[in-house]
């Protein structure tokens, strides 16, 4: 049977993938509460089309903190993806420059920052941050993105502590043997390997990250680099704002896919008060829950600039490696173009907040 959604390929996945890295993959924290409603909030969102408008020609593409880009769909950060194809990160980091998309490498990456950027040396690459006890560790990893062409910086800000992943710990969740935390020296993805029981992830997190880092770090980061730094995790005008004021090129509105904090909203339904505080002063980009190019289309009119995608991209590769993400990608593209096309927009900025409206304005009657 032919694969024509994001949903079929995350069926095929689920069938391919060993069931303790399929746990991983898809699970949330605690009741995973937020992991579904960052799926049913964008149902609950209805599309006001437009008609009569000249389709024929669309122009999808944007620019990014200096990248330009074919449209506005990227690949967030997700670790280890050799767990789901001997490709890894170099196959997903290929098929985003094929799809003319934003690549971020995680830290935790099974393939190293040099493997990646030779692989897919026209790929625009974003580096994600975790800053580690061992300040001397994220400082390597800056200077070594930066040698190796990456364009900016997104530290993760949801994560002082690892999220309670209750399936990761039943399953007592550990680094397989035969993979390394490809940007790090041996012993750190021992750490990870240990044989402490529960998730490995959690304690490797806690050891290793520094849960005590607050604003000030971020001074210490822009001292570091001269490249663009974006908070990912941001899910308040309040923070939102902060980000701001510390000079913060760019926020991802996220909650890590539901991993973190169970019961924060959606990002879509967060993203609004986040775009009316800030969304004039710094780029606005969101990730999680996003199946569709009509969820595309939704987070833009929100005020978006761009989104990523996360769990996606894995089913994608599960699937089959690079070929898979490229196939993924093309689909969503597809689907985008549509939507596009059927809203009546021929270019992004044709998009209006006035399109989308959430499903209860159609019933506020006196
Ligand atoms: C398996 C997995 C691993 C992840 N690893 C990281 C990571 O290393 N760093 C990070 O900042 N976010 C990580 N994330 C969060 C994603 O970047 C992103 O916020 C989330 O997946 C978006 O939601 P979606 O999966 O619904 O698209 C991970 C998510 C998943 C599912």
């Known amino acids: 049977m032919s694969l024509v959604s994001v949903a079929d390929f995350e069926q095929k996945a689920k069938e391919l993938l060993d069931p303790n890295v399929l746990d991983y993959y898809k699970s949330g924290a605690g009741e ?37 880009l074919a449209w506005p769909l990227g690949i967030a950060p997700t670790a280890m993806q050799k767990l789901a194809h001997p490709d890894g990160e170099i196959g997903t980091a290929r098929a985003a420059g094929q799809a003319g998309s934003i690549f971020i490498l995680s830290t935790l990456s099974t393939c190293s920052i040099e493997e990646v950027a030779e692989a897919a040396p026209e790929t625009c690459k974003w580096f994600q941050l975790y800053i580690y006890k061992e300040r001397s560790l994220t400082q390597q990893l800056i200077r070594r993105a930066e040698l190796a062409g990456f364009k900016a910086f997104v530290l993760t800000v949801d994560m002082p502590t690892s999220g ?40 490797y997190v806690t050891s290793q990250y520094d849960s005590s880092i607050t604003w000030q770090d971020i001074k210490w980061l822009q001292q570091l680099t001269q490249l663009p730094i974006v908070l990912k995790g941001i899910l308040t005008a309040e923070d939102a704002q902060l980000a701001r004021d510390a000079g913060c090129a760019g926020i991802i509105v996220s909650n890590h896919g539901g991993r973190q904090l169970d019961t924060v909203p959606a990002t879509i339904d967060a993203l609004p008060e986040i775009v009316a505080a800030v969304g004039k002063d710094l780029v606005v980009m969101l990730d999680g829950g996003i199946m569709q190019g009509i969820d595309i289309f939704k987070a833009l009119a929100l005020g978006a600039q761009t989104v990523f995608i996360g769990r996606p991209a894995l089913w994608g590769l599960a699937t089959d490696g690079q070929r898979g993400v490229e196939q993924l990608l093309k689909i969503l593209r597809h689907d985008f173009d549509t939507t596009m096309k059927l809203t009546g927009c021929a270019s992004l900025s044709h998009i209006q907040p006035s399109m989308v409206v959430h499903e209860s304005s159609y019933w506020q009657h006196e």
């Open 32 to 68: 995973q509460i937020t992991c579904g409603l960052n799926h049913e909030a964008y149902k609950r969102l209805r599309l006001r089309p437009r008609c009569l408008r000249d389709v024929s020609h669309l122009d999808i593409s944007c620019e990014i903190l200096g990248a330009q």
């Open 164 to 203: 309670d992943r209750r399936a990761d710990a039943r399953n007592d969740f550990k680094f397989p043997s035969h993979l390394s935390l490809a940007n790090f020296q041996d012993d750190l993805t021992q750490r990870f390997a240990s044989k402490c029981a529960g998730s490995g992830l959690t304690a």
